[in-house]
């Protein structure tokens, strides 16, 4: 009764697995699926490392329960291969330490997919959710902007 | 070729595919999880544990209360673990459970009740040495302790840095011009976003394998080694990629705790990992101070004496607080020509979570205190505050407050970094410019320098191991905590066998049994130790290349040159063995072979550091001076008393830029941080001692959209000592925010702003109480 | 994590979601209902929040309604902040809930979550309060409409077994001049100092508050002393941050007399552009 067997689709694969009613999607995916790309920083919905995309929407995986997910279709940063994004990071220094990274590249990959034409504002709005304490978001900025700019020349 | 190109990092491609693993990644199953129970009191005496409902809980395997002894401490011994008999922070580990899972662990940790009895809070330096200030340390003169640190039993000051330099009455006799300044700020924190996590282990046969996110690898080991009593030798300490360390990382003390968890379940491996509020109060913190500085200059400008006095908060234990106050002392000044000064630098005691490194050791700290000052005077003076600072700039031949004579090479080009600063600021169009009836700009700068206070005997070794391919590895006990800095060896190994960058292969995993140590991650030294290590390793491997070569091709080693992969002789280029023909030895075609796989090493020793003087401070305790200027431009609201960080400059004498891209990204990051300490980041404390902002959303780091537009800028006055002539710069860029800020900030408001953080509210308070300029 | 246990249930309708609710109860499984659920994850890790069963209303389809129906806004509890800022038909409502919280959390913080949240802020409702806006209560008896102000003082205020299922706000409001504003102690990002939500109608501003002491409220004096036409703006605010009629917060974003003086010169903004004076 405090658990279930059940399905989540990660990924795009159908993924079989236990969870504990109580816990949040971030620990199921790190414990259970061995996605450890997802990380915890505060486990209080503060600083966005936890961040995957649901439905297209950057969610912060350690605010939801992971039994809410059933029926979603869920991405980490494991799932994303290649994109524009994962380049343009590597290519303008976005990122040191990396902790941050995967949930920054998932925040700016959705950003990118729903809002093509987002200004300095919308992207403050977006990225404002996650702290990087390493870079001082300028590169991050130039990264995404890039990819921005080069998807609007297409 | 490769020197001050922008090269990516080697490990990337890791990190942007989610694939890089950190402490928490690591899983086994058979892992145990410890939880922490941490005092809900600042200074309180311990009545009671009780844990008997803890212990019902199913899958608790053991349960750790604190005992009298081993005391930690890197310098004074004065710390358990676990606290015993009382607790001295909010926050300190008082009992730890070892369950099956982390929810176990958890759960049973909820059910242990605790009785306190508490104590007076010390609440603040000053506190802490006023008269009949409760004793922290009732203990402090029967503590072990290092040779260089001088507690004084009876009071609550763990050490005493002393700085007497020139003659102090004649330095203020000849003072036309004196101004004094009051500066304080609380503690603070690191907030890497990887809290911190260790695992442990204890094998039958005695070894201790520990895995730990740390900056100091080799320091775990030796310090459990000592603390324990157990042989060095057996203890092996591995470190993978670090999420930020900052400084923070630098402590030990989960280690210690995880191994005392291990070996109360018979060795099984434990994993220890901090919740955010543990990783903010429980783990140490950046460190507060209370400074007093007295300056005083000749009717034109130049400055004769200054008398200064810092009461550094290092909270309830003094680890490597003594050490942050004695850097305090050494450099104490700004970077500038004062023949007299006369400074007392105390680690003192207070009931607040215990300090540990924090990016710029004392420098952010004791910068805005003195570049404060440096303004006050120049307003009293009536000259421009850039001026004052260009008029008594620090030359070679002057001295360091310990008296080290500086030369062309150990100190870098104040000068140039201030002209340069101005250009770049516009400063001569003014500092402070109405934008309209309510808002203002306003632009604020200072000077900046640094050395390190490390162990004098720290060394850092690098082993080069060949390849079949006749591809490299590099090996280096240097942490990867984001500097980028493993990824400059490899280009410093590449640009001396003048070789594809991508032939050379950075272990990045640290391992303390089979890499060669780096004493630790921190001071800005990587580049200058384990980079001079690397050349040495690559002297070696040159010399191994070419004697296996000279045999093949007969001829002497001195009629060789190795570049591009392989060894030639120099007058016949075309006569030539590739590296990967002889980097196992050679096999002749009749099936003699000779040599090896080449295995190549480099040990780096800081040369001529002394222990400071204890009377005069002084003494030589690093290799050189890093030096800049910084500014920050502001848009300030009269009405309100908000503003916006438009613009902010770092100008730094970096010797020799090694990664353009990188070391820009270093100074970037550390103004970012430096921005967020001296615009908001502080604990706040109530009147008891207890925390009231452990987390990130009462605690706020600076976030995207906060950025203002950086530039930043670099001017190359060679170290000779260092590879290529390079200074590190990881903490430099964070040294002259918060004096910067204030600077711009109390010329906009109108009064003099010295304590930190510089909020609103802050601005509000002073403006109340009309400390009007 | 969470250290406890407990069911997560996701019942399909109204009724079965109250029935589910009683026999959780008498099975002494204290069960709570929740739309977002970012407390139960987020104080659940603290023990600040505590049940043996979760009811995710989520399920229930009118829980997720975002339509004009008969001259009414009807909004389900279950509506994110994502969504409502995507159709923005709530324009008071958009301009508050957009400070909540950043752009990731909003789509897991929810309208009714929010004004039945433990913590104290509950920004989400001072457009309903300003609105006079009726809320639609399930309980085992059935469903009611009741004004706002009857189920809210403070904090939600429902017998047990009973939840909120909607908002409805009359078109009329959704048109009227408006302004929220909320100030912080540095930056865009944290808890607030004071959030000041506030529209006019027929000619008279009606305010209400959050952050500035420990609950938000709305409040009639106010509103008068405020309104007073003839006596010069800085006056009217001096009057009324006097007559506050609970005590001021003291806490980690600013003092009690901090907080007076930065909401005087927020309700100076407030006023100059309700009363069409000039622009903030």
């Known amino acids: 009764m405090y658990s279930s067997e059940t399905l989540l689709q990660v990924n795009g694969e159908e993924r079989q697995v236990t969870i504990r009613h109580a816990d949040n999607l971030l620990y199921v995916l790190r414990e259970r699926l061995g996605l450890t790309g997802a990380k915890p920083g505060c486990l209080n919905g503060d600083c966005g490392a936890c961040t995957v995309n649901v439905d297209g929407y950057p969610v912060k995986a350690c605010l939801v329960l992971a039994m809410e997910m059933v029926g979603r279709t869920i991405t980490t940063i494991e799932g994303l291969r290649d994109t524009p994004i994962q380049k343009a990071f590597v290519e303008n220094f976005a990122f040191q330490c990396g902790y941050c990274t995967p949930g920054f590249i998932m925040n700016c990959h959705s950003l990118i997919t729903k809002v093509p034409q987002a200004d300095d504002s919308t992207i403050k709005d977006w990225l404002e959710s996650n702290i990087c304490r390493c870079t001082g978001y300028q590169e991050i900025e130039e990264a995404v902007k890039s990819v921005l700019l080069e998807q609007r020349g297409t | 070729m490769y020197i001050g190109a922008s090269l990516i990092r080697k490990e990337a491609l890791e990190k942007v595919t989610g694939v890089a693993k950190y402490m928490d990644d690591y899983h086994t199953v058979d892992m145990l999880h410890a939880q922490l129970i941490i005092s809900e009191y600042a200074h309180a005496h311990i009545q009671a544990i009780d844990t008997s409902e803890a212990q019902k809980v199913s899958g608790v395997r053991a349960i750790l209360l604190g005992q009298p002894s081993p005391l930690t401490g890197e310098e004074i011994r004065d710390r358990p673990p676990i606290a015993f008999d009382k607790v001295r922070y909010h926050g300190e580990p008082i009992a730890v459970i070892v369950a099956d899972t982390a929810v176990l662990a958890k759960r049973a940790a909820d059910l242990v009740h605790i009785t306190y009895k508490p104590l007076q809070v010390v609440n603040s330096p000053r506190d802490a040495i006023a008269a009949n200030a409760p004793l922290i340390h009732e203990n402090l003169a029967n503590y072990k302790r290092i040779e260089h640190v ?185 970077p500038y020509d004062i023949e007299n000064i006369w400074c007392d630098s105390l680690c003192i005691y207070t009931n607040h979570p215990y300090a540990t490194a924090y990016r710029g050791f004392s420098h952010p700290e004791l910068l805005f205190a003195f570049e404060r000052t440096m303004d006050m005077l120049a307003e009293k003076l009536g000259m421009d505050p850039m001026e004052l600072r260009l008029k008594n700039a620090i030359l070679p031949g002057h001295k360091t407050p310990t008296q080290v004579v500086l030369n062309h090479s150990n100190v870098g080009n104040v000068p140039d970094c201030i002209n340069k600063l101005k250009r770049h600021m516009n400063w001569d169009e003014g500092q402070c410019i109405p934008i309209d009836s309510r808002f ?123 570049a591009h992969g392989k060894v030639s002789v120099r007058e016949e280029p075309t006569t030539f063995l590739n590296f990967k023909d002889i980097a196992y030895g050679y096999q002749y075609p009749n099936g003699h072979a000779i040599g090896g796989q080449i295995l190549a090493r480099g040990n780096y020793t800081l040369r001529h550091l002394t222990h400071i003087d204890h009377e005069t401070g002084a003494g030589k305790p690093g290799p050189e001076w ?148 | 994590m969470i250290s406890f246990d407990f069911e997560y249930h996701k019942p399909a309708s109204v009724e079965e979601a109250t029935h589910l609710h009683k026999s959780l109860r008498e099975l002494n499984k204290r069960p709570i209902y929740y739309t977002g659920g970012t407390e139960i994850t987020t104080l659940g890790r603290l023990n600040q929040v505590n049940t043996g069963a979760v009811i995710d209303l989520k399920g229930l ?144 501003i009606r305010i209400a508050f959050s952050g500035l002491c420990s609950f938000p409220f709305r409040d009639q004096k106010i509103e008068k002393i405020l309104n007073q036409n003839g006596v010069a703006l800085e006056a009217r605010i001096e009057q009324a941050i006097q007559q506050i009629p609970h005590p001021i917060l003291d806490d980690v974003e600013g003092t009690s007399e901090y907080r007076k003086f930065v909401l005087s010169h927020t309700l100076l903004d407030i006023l100059t552009v309700l009363k069409g004076e000039g622009h903030v």
């Not at chain 2, 060394?459 to 006749?470: H, I």
């Not at chain 2, 003048?498 to 089979?514: G, P």
């Not at chain 3, 958009?94 to 919280?101: D, F, G, L, P, Y």
């Open chain 2, 150 to 334: 001088y507690p004084e039993p009876n009071t609550n000051i763990a050490d005493r840095t002393k700085i007497r330099k020139g003659n102090m009455e004649r330095g203020w006799e000849e003072s036309d011009v004196t101004v004094e300044g009051h500066y304080a700020f609380s503690p603070s924190d690191h907030a890497a976003m990887e809290t911190r996590c260790v695992t442990a282990s204890i094998s039958p046969d005695g070894y201790i394998h520990i895995a730990t996110t740390s900056q100091a690898p080799y320091m775990v080991k030796k310090l459990l080694g000592s603390y324990f009593d157990i042989e060095k030798g057996k203890i092996i300490v591995s470190t993978p990629l670090v999420g930020g360390g900052y400084g923070g990382k630098v402590a030990v003390q989960l280690e210690l705790i995880a191994y005392m968890a291990s070996k109360a379940v018979g060795g099984k491996p434990v994993k220890l990992y901090n919740s955010r509020e543990e990783d903010m109060i429980s783990s140490p913190v950046h460190i507060g101070l209370d400074a007093v500085i007295k300056l005083g200059c000749s009717k034109d400008g130049l400055l004769k004496a200054t008398q200064i006095k810092y009461l550094w908060d290092c909270g309830a234990y003094s680890d490597k607080g003594a050490t942050i106050s004695r850097a305090g002392a050494v450099t104490c000044t700004g």
């Open chain 2, 440 to 562: 203002v700009r306003a632009k604020g700068m200072c000077c900046i320098w640094k050395t390190s206070t490390i162990d004098t005997n720290s060394t850092s070794g690098v082993v080069l191991t060949f390849n079949p391919d006749g591809s490299i590895n590099l090996l280096s006990g240097l942490v990867e905590i984001g500097t980028g800095t493993k990824t400059v060896l490899a280009q410093i190994l590449a640009e001396q066998l003048k070789m594809d960058v991508n032939q050379i292969h950075v272990r990045m995993e640290v391992d303390t049994q089979t890499t060669p140590e780096h004493w630790k991650t921190v001071a800005s030294r990587g580049t200058l130790m384990a980079g001079n290590a690397v050349l040495r390793a690559g002297d070696d491997a040159i010399r191994q290349l070419k004697n296996i070569a000279s045999h093949v091709l007969a001829c002497s080693p001195s009629d060789l040159e190795v």
């Open chain 2, 626 to 773: 890093t030096v800049g200027a910084q500014g920050i431009e502001i848009e300030y609201d009269t009405r309100d008393y908000t503003y916006r960080i438009v613009k902010a400059y770092s100008v730094i004498d970096i010797g020799k830029v090694l990664n353009y891209k990188g070391a820009l990204g270093q100074v970037m990051g550390a103004m970012s941080m430096g921005i967020g300490f001296a615009s908001k980041e502080s604990f706040v404390f109530d009147d008891q001692g207890i925390v009231q902002n452990p987390q990130l959303r009462t605690y706020v780091p600076p976030h995207y959209g906060d950025h203002p537009q950086y530039i930043v800028d670099f001017v190359e006055t060679p170290h000779i000592d260092a590879p290529f002539g390079a200074r590190g710069v990881g903490e430099h860029g964070l040294l002259g925010m918060p004096a910067a800020l204030a600077n711009a900030l109390s010329k906009a408001a109108g009064v003099q702003l010295n304590s930190l953080p510089l909020l609103p509210e802050t601005i509000w308070s002073a403006k109340k109480a009309g400390e009007v300029r």
């Open chain 3, 61 to 204: 389809p009118e829980c997720h309604t975002q339509e004009l129906i008969s001259g009414q806004l009807v909004m389900g509890v279950g509506l994110s902040f994502t969504r409502l800022l995507e159709s923005n038909i709530f324009p008071l409502l958009s301009q508050t809930i957009k400070e909540v919280a950043d752009h990731t959390a909003r789509s897991n913080i929810t309208l009714g979550g929010n004004v039945c949240g433990q913590i104290i802020y509950r920004e989400a409702v001072l457009p309903l309060l300003l609105t006079d806006t009726q809320a639609m209560v399930a309980g085992e008896a059935g469903v009611s409409h009741q004004p706002i102000h009857q189920v809210f003082n403070r904090q939600i205020q429902l017998k047990e077994g009973e939840f909120l299922v909607q908002f409805k706000t009359d078109e009329a409001y959704l048109q009227l001049p408006y302004l929220s504003i909320k100030k912080r102690k540095q930056g865009s990002i944290g808890y607030p100092l004071v959030t000041v939500a506030a529209l006019k109608k027929d000619n008279q």
